[in-house]
Structure formats: structure tokens, C-alpha cells
């Protein structure tokens, strides 16, 4: 937006109607769609392009947008990107109680492994190397890395209450076993074996639950 005044952005809303009126109303379902097909761009760009070579401006293309329609949502593009993902990532299991919370751990690395975790490596190797913005990396974490946390504590805290794991369980570091089994099959390439989840969660099991450690 170019001397604070909104219609000389070079895309400002062009084709998108009422959408630009001072008095649009908030919640119509035009704008719920095209915030939908701004977070489905992202996502793909993400996927097939990568972080570094993605846009605010491709994605807007790529949705049907305008860049003005993006920027009055988003502020950049690690604004952008880790709302995305966050948005998506919602759609993974809710915390709470469990009736089996090693069996319910090991689906949860699963399906992060195969849902988040190329994404994550991507985004967190791309903010932590563009230090121009370090409230982008912040954001990531807050908004991706901290709820699937919460997620997988629950899982371990419920299992120590149960008596599964001792009371002295360090969960911190059961925490960083379960994610590091994840991001290690992903820096090392590794992608065969299915049950690979079953044996990390075994192995924290293994080393806190009762009896000798």
C-alpha cells in the first residue's frame, strides 16, 4: 500500500466487487472462502514450491485474489505460512483424556510425521536462517510446535497418572524423544518401516515406566 491510501495498491481488490467497500461487512461468506483458498494456496506452495519460494503474491495468484485481499489478513509471509499450517494442523487429534495413551502417542507421531513434519523442517530452516524476522520463528512456535506439544504432554501426563510411567517420569525429555524420533527420520531420509512409532514410544516406556529403569 503505497502513501497509507488503500486503492493505489498495485492489486487493490481489482474484480472483487464490494470486497473493498469501507463498509464491506465482516464473516460473509465470500470472505470465508477466500481466506479458505489463501490457506489452501499456502499450503500447496509450501508442499510443492518450498518456504523460500513462495509469496504473498503467488499465493494471492494462486487463490484468485487479490495481494490487497492477503496483506489485510496477513502482515508477510511468515505471518502467512504459519497460520497455514496451524489451521491445518487443527484438524489433528484434540487433547484431552485417553483411555490409551501409549497406543494414542505413537498415532500421534504418525500422523505428524506424515502430516507436519516436512513443513516444520521447511518453515523452521527457513526462519531460523532469515534472522530479518524473528517474530515469524516465534510465531511457528506458538502457533504449530507449542499446541501438538501440549498435545503429546497430555498423552504423558495422563500415562504417569495412570501408573504407566513413574512418578518421576521426566516428560521434557520423554517429549524430546517422541519429536526427535520424527525430525531424525526426517534429516536422515529415512522412509521405510511402519512401526517405527510403536518402538520410539516402546523406548520411553521402556526407560521411565515402572520397575527398574
Known amino acids: 500500500m503505497r502513501g497509507g491510501v488503500a486503492p493505489t ?9 464490494a470486497e473493498t467497500g469501507p463498509c464491506r461487512a465482516p464473516g460473509r461468506p465470500r470472505d470465508e472462502r477466500a481466506s479458505q483458498a489463501i490457506t489452501e494456496a499456502a499450503l500447496r506452495q509450501l508442499d510443492q514450491l518450498g518456504y523460500a519460494h513462495m509469496s504473498m503474491e503467488s ?5 484468485g485474489v487479490s495481494r490487497a ?3 489485510r489478513r496477513y502482515r508477510d509471509k511468515g505471518d502467512l505460512v504459519t497460520a497455514a499450517i496451524a489451521a491445518n494442523a487443527r484438524a489433528g487429534p484434540a487433547s484431552g483424556a485417553t483411555s490409551a495413551p501409549r497406543e494414542d502417542l505413537a498415532r500421534y507421531l504418525r500422523e505428524f510425521d506424515e502430516r507436519f513434519a516436512e513443513s516444520c ?3 523452521l530452516g527457513a526462519l531460523v536462517g532469515a534472522r530479518e524476522d524473528p517474530g515469524a520463528l516465534t510465531l511457528h512456535r506458538e502457533r504449530v510446535i507449542a499446541p501438538r506439544t501440549a498435545y503429546a504432554r497430555s498423552l504423558l501426563d495422563e500415562a504417569r497418572r495412570r501408573g504407566e510411567l513413574r512418578p518421576d ?6 517429549l524430546e524423544m517422541a519429536a526427535g524420533s520424527v525430525f531424525y527420520r ?3 531420509g529415512i522412509t521405510s518401516g ?4 510403536t518402538r520410539a514410544v516402546d523406548a520411553i516406556w521402556a526407560a521411565m515406566g515402572p520397575g527398574p529403569a
Do not use: K
Request: glycine share 6%; charged share 25%; aromatic share 6%.
Open 9 to 17: 495498491h498495485p492489486d487493490a481488490d481489482v474484480g472483487a466487487g
Open 59 to 63: 499465493v494471492a495468484v494462486e487463490a
Open 69 to 71: 485481499t492477503v496483506y
Open 121 to 123: 523442517l521447511e518453515v
Open 169 to 174: 517420569a521426566d516428560i521434557d525429555l520423554a
Open 186 to 188: 526426517r534429516v536422515a
Open 194 to 197: 511402519t512401526d517405527w512409532a
